[in-house]
């Protein structure tokens, strides 16, 4: 992907050279690859949400309305400001903190009972539990981990009509909209209706939500909360196994510098690399030779894995893991790992606290270790990675 020969990366993605900072696509569309001109397309006002499977929210009736993920202008901007209280440092600290450790704790448990176990699944299940709180499904039935694996499995097909694959794809993705809704979602607004809660559901149901636009939400902030949040956890995970000076660091660190650590491997290895925006005015994008112009209409891609590893903004060695730069234009340590501007990820302080809580409990265990290399694979239209098999294992009780 035109990593330099000097890269700490584990994931290694085939989104092209860091070349120029803006550039057409064979299709027409635009790439970003340079800091600046990625920021200034997601903090555009004349861009909105493309890709992300928008084009089948887009053929819901008028009637319902779309996530918040789906949403800009004025009412996307009110939606926002009104959930923002969830995930204040206040809130994420003296709140969610609790929530996580407890979960933590559990699964550790699990691992050490067992001797060994997938990172993927402990991970998930901390994930999971996580946001299910801040979403409000407490009422869920057994078995919410699997219904939400087949939701989001390692590959997807196309749903259509046309074809005997799109039609299986069709089936299965309405089945699996059913499981969750029947033995999650719904549960659980009955259980709100009946008493009020502050999270999420509550917060919809007060907004006057259908059941449909509920279960629209919660699978939103499920692909947000949940899915990305594993594989960041499982891929500073690797690096840490593998980097014997910087386990040593962030076992000997306080949190904040735990947290730079994490951040940091995060800006190297972003977990979704691909964020697309459609303009719907002229924007003009800053490059090295000039201005160039976006015409309404066009598609845009922000390749935040090279926007990433601007060395005008991250500095030297943009590949190596240096926990503590100082980036020219914000908005974090992690870069734009969780995007910028409207749909800047509102749980990124979640995130980071999940994965310091169960990274830095798990390596206080004694004997851990990683008993093999993980397999990695990707999911092209978002640019995300998933990895899988990488096993933990801990020495046997005493």
Not at 66 to 80: C, F, S
Not at 163 to 186: C, E, K, M, T
Request: glycine share 8%; with cysteine.
């Amino acid at each position: 992907m035109g990593d330099t020969q000097d890269s700490a990366r584990k994931v290694h993605r085939d989104s092209g050279p860091p070349g120029c900072p803006v550039s057409r696509a064979a299709d027409g569309s635009w790439q970003v690859r340079g800091y600046a001109a990625a920021r200034a397309v997601l903090r555009s006002s004349e861009t909105v949400q493309a890709g992300l499977g928008i084009e089948s929210v887009e053929k819901l009736p008028r009637r319902i309305r779309r996530p918040v993920l789906y949403q800009d202008g004025p009412g996307h901007r009110e939606q926002r400001r009104r959930t923002a209280r969830f995930f204040t440092p206040r809130r994420v600290s003296e709140h969610y903190r609790e929530v996580v450790v407890r979960i933590v704790e559990e699964q550790l448990s699990v691992l050490r009972a067992a001797g060994q176990a997938q990172l993927a699944d402990l991970s998930f299940s901390v994930a999971i539990a996580v946001a299910s709180d801040i979403i409000g499904l407490r009422h869920s039935r057994p078995g919410i981990r699997q219904r939400l694996e087949a939701f989001f499995p390692e590959e997807f097909g196309t749903p259509g009509l046309t074809s005997p694959h799109g039609i299986y794809w069709l089936v299965r993705q309405n089945i699996n909209w059913l499981r969750i809704y029947v033995a999650d979602v719904r549960p659980a607004i009955r259980a709100h209706r009946r008493k009020q809660r502050d999270d999420l559901i509550s917060h919809l149901l007060a907004d006057g939500c259908s059941d449909a636009e509920i279960l629209g939400e919660c699978l939103t902030f499920a692909a947000a909360g949940m899915i990305t949040t594993r594989e960041f956890i499982c891929v500073a995970a690797w690096h840490l196994f593998s980097d014997n000076s910087l386990r040593d660091r962030y076992r000997a660190a306080e949190e904040p510098e735990r947290l730079d650590i994490l951040q940091e491997i995060l800006r190297l290895e972003p977990v979704v690399a691909r964020l697309c925006r459609r303009a719907t005015a002229e924007l003009t994008l800053p490059t090295e030779d000039g201005p160039a112009t976006v015409m309404p209409g066009e598609l845009v891609a922000v390749l935040v894995d090279n926007a990433n590893t601007d060395p005008a903004t991250v500095g030297d060695d943009p590949y190596l893991l240096l926990p503590g730069r100082t980036l020219a234009l914000g908005p974090g340590a992690a870069g734009l790992s969780f995007g910028d501007g409207a749909h800047r990820c509102p749980g990124a302080g979640v995130a980071i606290l999940e994965a310091d809580v169960f990274l830095s409990r798990l390596f206080a265990l004694d004997g851990v270790r990683m008993t093999s290399e993980p397999r990695v694979s990707f999911k092209d239209e978002i640019g995300s990675y998933e990895i899988r098999n990488l096993t933990v294992a801990v020495p046997p009780p005493r």
